[in-house]
């Protein structure tokens, strides 16, 4: 049906706001003042330093799946490996979500702790309600199948064999497990494990065991007894729920230190630090001070193998699910941008043994050349700066008028180049631009380059836009339909996402329900196109084709103007 493509295109500049308005936030802020990822400095110290993943953003979400490989070089599984994952029904095994924690380890070089063998929750009730005899089997075959399938691993080193199996008071827990099989449950989980992997470190794993209290010296006292009757304990963990309402633990040092001495390993193995809502800059601080506290702990006891943060992102994290009111508790916030707990960590991490901190600024960049000058705003380019490390981005900044005047940031792009809208018209502005590192080092700034905005008054002038626009009509022969494909591609320097492209039918078109790629509706002449799952982000550089058939009464002129969130695109 497509008879004939469209003839001669044409260029038509666009308005210059489109960028700006364009713009998204980094997703991820570059961390001040650090010049290595945790996992480095950790490394340097002989530490591992992980995170409990979650499977859903692990799958699918960029800027957890980056964070998650660059900053840690261990990783638990939140929930994956845990028995209502592994074993829903008896005997039916699915291995979907571990393997995934498993298969990401290995591709960024990450160590695993399995968790966890035998807990009292998150245990289905099949488990529950079984004789002893048909529990302890049960107990058994769970071990041997989950622990067995990842014996031969390299990336699975360790596992929590047994969760929390003591209440506050240093009293076993009355758990299921602990109610139809007695305490013996524990030495059998152990032993178990061991015949499943006899590589993996075997551990005892539970709460308020950080400092020294009732709980964490009746858990001595069972691991130092575990161990004299030849019970394959080699590993502590304290999970470190911490909350800063609560005060910091006492003596957490010293408590690794008695487990250290009785020959096991220890290691902190869900830290997180929550907080009474809503989140101040107080709160973060000494938010940030737990951290840090945990870390040098850690870092003062040799036998401490690292540290894992339950989650590392506010986005997913257990706290405001299970602690009303409560949240904040890692160590990135809900938008991945690092919070002081980031740099309390790192910095406590860095001691100057690893790679060093970078205080080398970038070069200084270019004089902006300006271009694209309308009575509302101007493009700015700039030559780039270089850096031993990485230019992250730079400052823009502006004064008004041809002298005098304050600069001040307008504008923080990462890449060469900014527009800048919203100006005053038959207005003179001076630009001037730094460069930055990861480690928060400026550079000198550049030269000032002097714009003077026109006059206005005839709607926007040309100028450069985030978008670009190739709009094709293709009549039918002999009818009064015709076939219409728009690719709309993003010019900018940010993602796209979640995109409304607007533009008008000339008189007489109508769109023919529903059109392809894209949700389309038609008001008037008014047309709008919102995109479908998968062409909603558009990266830079990145374009969709989408199109629709439509009826026209004998013209079949095109839209002059095309619109994304308000701002025209270039149409070519
Ligand atoms: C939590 C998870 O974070 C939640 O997603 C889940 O709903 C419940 O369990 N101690 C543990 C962890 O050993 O397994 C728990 O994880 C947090 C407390």
């Given at each position: 049906?497509?008879i004939?493509a469209r003839?001669?295109?044409?260029?038509r500049?666009?308005v210059?706001?489109a960028?700006?308005?364009?713009?998204?936030?980094?997703?991820?802020a570059?961390?001040?003042?650090a010049?290595?990822p945790?996992?480095?400095?950790?490394?340097a110290?002989?530490?591992?330093?992980g995170?409990?993943?979650?499977?859903g953003?692990?799958a699918n979400?960029?800027?957890y799946?980056?964070i998650?490989?660059?900053?840690?070089n261990?990783v638990?599984a939140e929930n994956?490996?845990?028995?209502?994952?592994?074993?829903?029904?008896d005997?039916?095994?699915t291995?979907a979500?571990?393997?995934q924690?498993v298969a990401f380890?290995t591709?960024?070089?990450?160590q695993?702790?399995g968790?966890?063998?035998?807990w009292?929750?998150q245990?289905?009730?099949?488990v529950q309600?079984l004789?002893?005899?048909?529990?302890?089997?049960?107990m058994?075959?769970?071990i041997?199948?989950?622990a067995?399938?990842?014996?031969?691993?390299?990336?699975?080193?360790?596992w929590?064999v047994?969760?929390?199996v003591f209440?506050d008071?240093?009293?076993?827990?009355?758990?299921f497990?602990?109610?139809t099989l007695?305490a013996?449950y524990?030495?059998?989980?152990?032993?178990?494990?061991r015949?499943?992997d006899s590589?993996?470190r075997?551990?005892?794993?539970?709460?308020n065991?950080e400092?020294?209290?009732a709980?964490s010296?009746?858990?001595?006292n069972l691991?130092?007894q575990?161990r004299?009757?030849g019970v394959p304990?080699d590993?502590?963990?304290?999970q470190?729920?911490?909350a800063?309402?609560?005060?910091?633990?006492?003596?957490?040092q010293?408590?690794?230190?008695r487990?250290?001495a009785l020959g096991?390993q220890?290691?902190?193995?869900?830290?997180d630090?929550?907080m009474?809502?809503?989140?101040?800059?107080?709160?973060?601080?000494t938010?940030?001070?737990?951290y840090?506290?945990v870390?040098?702990?850690?870092l003062?006891v040799t036998?401490?193998?690292?540290?894992t943060i339950?989650?590392?992102?506010?986005?997913y994290?257990?706290?405001p699910?299970v602690?009303?009111g409560?949240g904040?508790?890692l160590?990135?916030d809900?938008?991945?941008?690092?919070?002081?707990a980031y740099?309390?960590?790192h910095d406590a991490?860095?001691d100057?043994s690893?790679?060093?901190?970078?205080?080398?600024p970038?070069t200084?960049?270019g004089?902006?050349t300006?271009s694209?000058?309308?009575s509302s705003g101007?493009?700015?380019s700039?030559a780039a700066?270089s850096d031993?490390?990485g230019v992250?981005?730079?400052?823009?900044l502006?004064?008004?008028g041809?002298?005098?005047g304050?600069f001040?940031?307008?504008g923080?792009p990462t890449?060469?180049?900014?527009?800048?809208?919203?100006?005053a018209?038959s207005?003179?502005?001076r630009?001037?631009?730094?460069?930055?590192d990861?480690a928060?080092n400026?550079?000198?700034l550049?030269?000032?380059?002097?714009?003077?905005?026109t006059?206005g008054?005839g709607?926007?002038g040309p100028?450069p836009s985030?978008?670009r626009v190739a709009y094709?009509i293709?009549p039918w022969?002999?009818s009064s339909g015709?076939?219409a494909?728009?690719?709309?591609?993003?010019?900018g320097?940010?993602?796209?996402?979640?995109w409304?492209?607007?533009?008008s039918?000339?008189?007489g078109?109508?769109?023919?329900p529903?059109?392809w790629?894209?949700?389309?509706?038609?008001?008037?002449q008014?047309?709008?196109?919102t995109?479908?799952s998968w062409?909603?982000?558009l990266?830079p550089?990145?374009s969709?084709?989408?199109?629709f058939n439509g009826?026209?009464?004998g013209?079949?002129g095109e839209?002059?103007?095309?619109?994304?969130g308000?701002s025209?695109?270039t149409v070519?």
């Open positions: 049906m497509i004939f003839g001669a295109r044409t260029a500049m666009a210059i706001a960028a700006a308005a364009l713009a998204v936030p980094l997703v991820v570059p961390p001040a003042a010049d290595s945790l996992r480095v400095h950790a490394a110290r002989g530490k591992f330093i995170y409990a993943a979650n499977t953003p692990l979400e960029t800027a799946r980056n998650a490989a660059t900053e840690f261990q638990t994956a490996m845990k028995w209502d994952s592994t074993e829903p029904s005997g039916n095994y291995f979500g571990a393997d924690v380890a591709a960024n070089n990450q695993v702790h968790h966890t063998l035998v009292h929750s245990t289905p009730g099949w309600g004789s002893a005899t048909a529990m302890r089997t049960a058994q075959d769970h041997a199948t989950v067995g399938r990842y014996a031969n691993n390299p990336a699975l080193v360790s929590d047994v969760n929390e209440d008071n240093g009293n076993m827990r009355t758990s497990w602990y109610n007695g013996s524990i030495a059998d989980a152990f032993r178990y494990a015949a499943a590589n993996a075997l551990c005892i794993n539970d709460y065991v400092g020294i209290n709980k010296t009746a858990m001595y691991v130092r575990l004299a009757d304990v590993c502590v963990g304290f470190g729920h911490l800063i309402q609560y005060g910091f633990p006492s003596q957490v010293q408590n690794m230190e487990f250290a096991v220890v290691r902190v193995t869900e830290l630090v929550r009474q809502m809503p989140r101040d800059s107080s709160k973060d601080t938010q940030a001070t737990y840090r506290n870390v040098q702990a850690c003062a036998a401490c193998a690292g540290i339950w989650g590392f992102t506010d986005k994290s257990w706290v699910d602690f009303g409560e904040a508790a160590p990135w809900a938008n991945y941008s690092p919070k002081p740099t309390a960590i991490l860095d100057g690893g790679p060093g901190p970078d205080t080398t970038p200084t960049p004089t902006p300006a694209g000058v309308t101007v493009s700015l700039w700066s031993a490390v992250t981005g730079y400052d823009v502006r004064a008004t041809a002298s005098g304050t001040a940031v307008v923080t890449s060469a180049s900014f527009v800048d809208s919203g100006l018209a207005t003179t502005y630009y001037q631009v730094r460069a930055r990861a928060g400026l550079s000198a550049s030269p000032v380059v002097s714009v003077t905005t006059a008054g709607g926007p100028g985030s978008c094709t293709s022969g002999g015709f076939t494909g728009v690719t709309l591609t993003n010019t320097t940010s993602t796209l996402s979640g409304t492209l607007a533009f039918l000339p008189t078109q109508r769109i023919t529903p059109g790629s894209a949700t389309w509706s038609q008001s008037g008014a047309v709008t196109a995109p479908l062409n909603s982000t990266a550089g990145g969709t084709t989408i199109g009826t026209h009464t013209g079949t839209p002059t103007t095309f619109t994304v308000g025209s695109c070519v």
